[in-house]
């Protein structure tokens, strides 16, 4: 099984900030590789798959990269609304995981 | 708009069984593989289980193989998971959502509690 270590933990930012989250694979995924965000009490919603592609309404201020075994979620300038967890997941074979996932709170 | 909403869960006690479904609409349903993936409270999402369009090729986490069985009716566009012998750390928000590898529509969840 692939496991997918997240880091930080908690990400503590303002508006306006940059934010960098990272995502690494126990082995190489290729760029099969997607990241959630989940806002509390709701469902989560995909932001980009293969790594990044992003996905239908998302703004471009999120971006994706990486390919192998490590990944990042950038957010260029955070808005109120970008404060949430983050999770990444694979698809390079079954079983497919996510990740622990990424706090990221308002500073 | 793609719409999926999940019905059935509830209270049942370890060793017991329930049904979860979920109402597919606003899309070609037999077209798209469908998943279950949990969130056990205060905590991270685990994919369950997937089906194939067709419902020929299913695939489980290993911690419910042989327990929980995924299954859908095409015709009437829903999805559903029939979870036998039960435990406690089965206990989760269990969501409905588009898709085989990539999951790109959820739906809102239904809680399943296992509990004494």
């Known amino acids: 099984e692939i496991v997918l270590t997240q880091s930080p933990a908690t990400l503590s930012l303002s508006p306006g900030e940059r934010a960098t989250l990272s995502c690494r694979a126990s082995?190489?995924?290729?760029?099969?590789l997607a990241w959630y965000q989940q806002k509390p009490g709701q469902a989560p919603r995909l932001l980009f798959y293969?790594?990044?592609n992003r996905a239908t309404g998302i703004p471009a201020r999120f971006s994706g990269s990486g390919s192998g075994t490590d990944f990042t979620l950038t957010i260029f300038s955070l808005e109120p609304e970008d404060f949430a967890v983050y999770y990444c997941?694979?698809?390079?074979?079954?079983?497919?995981?996510f990740g622990q996932g990424t706090k990221l709170e308002i500073k | 708009e793609v719409q999926l909403v999940e019905s059935g869960g509830g209270l049942v006690q370890p060793g017991g069984s329930l049904k979860i479904s979920c109402a597919a609409s606003?899309?070609?349903?037999?077209?798209?593989?469908m998943s279950w993936v949990r969130q056990a409270p205060g905590r991270g999402l685990e994919w369950v289980a997937t089906?194939?369009?067709?419902?020929?090729?299913?695939h489980y986490v290993d911690s419910v193989k042989g327990r929980l069985t995924i299954s859908r009716d095409n015709v009437k566009k829903s999805l559903h998971l029939q979870m036998d012998s039960l435990r406690a750390e089965d206990t989760a928000v269990y969501y409905c959502a588009r898709g085989g590898s990539m999951l790109d529509s959820w739906g809102q969840g239904t809680l399943v509690t296992v509990s004494s």
């Open positions: 293969d790594a990044s």
């Open positions: 997941q694979h698809r390079s074979n079954w079983p497919y995981t």
């Open positions: 089906i194939k369009q067709d419902g020929s090729e299913q």
């Open positions: 606003g899309f070609t349903f037999s077209n798209f593989w």
């Open positions: 082995q190489s995924i290729s760029s099969y």
